[in-house]
T-cell receptor, first 112, second 114 residues
């Protein structure tokens, strides 16, 4: 069966520090991968999605970047965190167009 | 572009009450439709789905019917429990000419009191 791993679960980082969140998927190949941010405990904002290695689509221009160095690995990064980067970050995968997505457990990021 | 509009709440119900959460969508063609649930501090879980018109998705006592004529996918449960307290998201994917991304509504927080 397929599983998705996302870590760390919680993170407290100072303003101006770098960020690296990692997400890996097991049990499937060539998944679509997604990074979402959830601020204010409710709405989901799509940050990046990828349909293949090295293919990244950015939805919102901001202080973050994403990379997909391997088929089932998706990394969210920042060179210098801002206070506004605080939030709940969710990684997800799907098997393709028109299919449901499966989510990781999320990372709670607090920038102080 | 594709979009999903849902009731935002928050909504508070008593245990055993009837629940309806409205969801309508804007998209070309026949997208797949989903309901997700998020319990506090967790990621989203797929609750149910429907992939074509008139399909009914059901799970854990929840159900929703894909209505193409009204572009709706309302979530219902006949008798809610305290354990149903969560945030509920309506979503779509696979609209004609659309991208690979999943489009979500803003979510609705449900609290069920004993």
């Amino acid at each position: 069966s397929q599983t998705i791993h996302q870590w760390p679960a919680t993170l407290v980082q100072p303003v101006g520090s770098p960020l690296s969140l990692e997400c890996t998927v097991e049990g499937t190949s060539n998944p679509n991968l997604y990074w979402y941010r959830q601020a204010a405990g409710r709405g989901l904002q799509l940050l990046f999605y990828s349909v293949g290695i090295g293919q990244i689509s950015s939805e919102v221009p901001q202080n973050l970047s994403a990379s997909r160095p391997q088929d089932r690995q998706f990394i969210l990064s920042s060179k210098k965190l801002l206070l506004s980067d605080s939030g709940f970050y969710l990684c997800a995968w799907s098997s393709g167009w028109g299919t449901e997505a499966f989510f990781g457990q999320g990372t709670r990021l607090t920038v102080v | 572009g594709d979009s999903v509009t849902q009731m935002e709440g928050p909504v508070t119900l008593s245990e055993e009450a009837f629940l309806t959460i409205n969801c309508t969508y804007t998209a070309t063609g026949y997208p797949s439709l989903f309901w997700y649930v998020q319990y506090p501090g967790e990621g989203l879980q797929l609750l149910l789905k429907a992939t074509k018109a008139d399909d009914k998705g059901s799970n854990k006592g929840f159900e929703a019917t894909y209505r193409k004529e009204t572009t709706s996918f309302h979530l219902e449960k006949g008798s809610v429990q305290v354990s149903d307290s969560a945030v509920y998201f309506c979503a779509l994917s696979g609209a004609q000419g659309g991208s690979e991304k999943l489009v979500f509504g803003k979510g609705m927080k449900l609290t069920v009191n004993p």
